[in-house]
């Protein structure tokens, strides 16, 4: 029997954890399946393999992802499977860190993959269906990119656009270079051909993607060129143009202005700053400091006035004290994000804060995390009312989860926008259509307004 004939009519379920790098591989499996017979379903209890992509740059993700294994054991096939088990895969970062470690650990995962061999899954998975036992497979390094496989997108009007993976930065919290291994850039003109393909299709949004954009094509032409490809892209037409993510360290004058001057690169982005003290970004290996990251800030916003910006914030780094908590609060209330990622220091075995002595009491850590988020709510209420009485044009989703009769989308900064949706008319009729949305109520995470006719 082939693959095909093994895998044919086969269900199948993804969880996915983590950054957009892992939303766009599951997209990528969910294509590299479907072209093998098996069939995407929308619930657990349907399906008859389970792929979990995970991440590993938190605790909290081990966690979860050893619970809800353990927890599909208690849950049935769905009526008329012939296997005698559900099939259980593990891919993403902890199936990169962790291996064969995980078959033991979890007496139920049939399957593991790394990050660098996504293509591999359908060989690993007719491997068990067909002999049994567990298939693990962990390649170090790739010459390949997941962008070559199929894809089965999420949203069809909307597209992940990888162009690089991998990450050369080491911050010392940081698991990442570990199990994406070293930056690897793809041709300026493969990623151009993906995006005219994209548009070509309808696709309205690409957002480009990256654990380092701003690094993009040091190592294929020597120095980045980031901005390069910034217009490149634009250049397709595509309505909106989105990336992600930029470290400070490398972001250039010439990536500052493209705001300015590309129409289509949406005024939001986001800039993760982990730190306001100069001290613990020194210990952090950020190799920038506040002064800089300010410096930055104004430069955006001289370029694009009404840009939204949004960070990443680590509290109770080893070694943190109330100095260094104060200089990170000052500086997030200077800056006035639309949105703060905000997180306790997760302890990542091998990585080299891992080893860092810290004796901050955990109650001290959590009081100082608590006056952060209520700071940053406060700010990003008052990032949002610059909104009220503003048109602006939101590219909307579809409908509401909790309330069919709202409709959902984003605003140009990247910010949830509701408005009613129109007596008579259905919510598909504006699913990945971009409309003027009048703003008449702004909460700290969402815009409220009503359609403007054109």
Request: aromatic share 8%.
């Amino acid at each position: 029997m082939t693959m095909n004939d093994i895998l044919t009519n086969k269900t199948f379920y993804t969880f996915t954890y983590g950054c957009q790098m892992n939303e766009h591989d599951s997209e990528r499996i969910a294509g590299l399946l479907e072209s093998c017979g098996c069939v995407p379903v929308s619930t657990l209890e349907e399906s008859e393999i389970v792929i979990f992509m995970t991440c590993c740059v938190r605790e909290r993700a081990d966690i979860r992802l050893m619970g809800q294994v353990s927890t599909i054991k208690g849950v049935p096939l769905p009526e008329g499977s012939a296997l005698d088990k559900r099939i259980v895969c593990i891919g993403g970062c902890i199936g990169q860190r962790d291996g064969i470690a995980l078959t033991e650990t979890l007496d139920n995962v049939d399957v593991v993959f790394g990050t660098q061999n996504i293509e591999r899954l359908p060989y690993l998975i007719t491997g068990v269906l067909s002999q049994g036992g567990h298939f693990v497979e962990i390649e170090q390094d790739s010459d390949s990119f997941s962008t070559d496989l199929p894809s089965d997108r999420e949203k069809p009007w909307s597209a992940w656009l990888p162009i690089t993976v991998g990450c050369d930065n080491f911050c010392t919290f940081c698991i990442v270079p570990y199990v994406r291994g070293r930056e690897r850039s793809r041709a300026i003109e493969d990623v151009v051909m993906n995006a005219e393909a994209y548009v070509a299709e309808g696709v309205k949004e690409i957002t480009l993607l990256g654990q380092n954009v701003n690094s993009y094509g040091r190592d294929l032409y020597g120095s980045p060129r980031f901005a390069d490809v910034l217009k490149a892209v634009a250049a397709t037409g595509v309505e909106r143009l989105r990336f992600a993510t930029s470290h400070p360290k490398d972001l250039t004058d010439e990536v500052i202005a493209a705001f300015g001057e590309l129409d289509n690169l949406m005024p939001a982005l986001h800039l993760p700053v982990q730190s306001g003290s100069d001290r613990i970004l020194e210990d952090m290996n950020r190799t920038y400091d506040s002064a800089h990251y300010l410096g930055l800030v104004r430069k955006l916003r001289a370029s694009c006035p009404d840009i939204a910006l949004s960070t990443d914030v680590i509290v109770g780094f080893p070694g943190e004290t109330e100095e260094d908590f104060q200089a990170t609060y000052d500086l997030i209330e200077s800056v006035g994000y639309s949105q703060v990622f905000t997180f306790i220091y997760s302890r990542r075995e091998g990585t080299p804060a891992a080893d860092m002595f810290d004796d901050t009491p955990r109650d001290v850590i959590q009081r100082r995390f608590d006056r952060l988020v209520e700071l940053v709510q406060r700010k990003a209420l008052e990032q949002n009312r610059r909104f009220l009485g503003r048109d602006l044009d939101v590219l909307f989703e579809g409908p509401s989860r909790r309330d069919p009769s709202m409709l959902v989308g984003h605003s140009p900064h990247n910010v949830t926008v509701h408005a009613p949706l129109p007596a008579g008319m259905d919510a598909s009729a504006f699913v990945g259509r971009t409309c003027l949305v009048h703003i008449d109520e702004a909460k700290t995470w969402y815009l409220s307004g009503t359609l403007v006719e054109r």
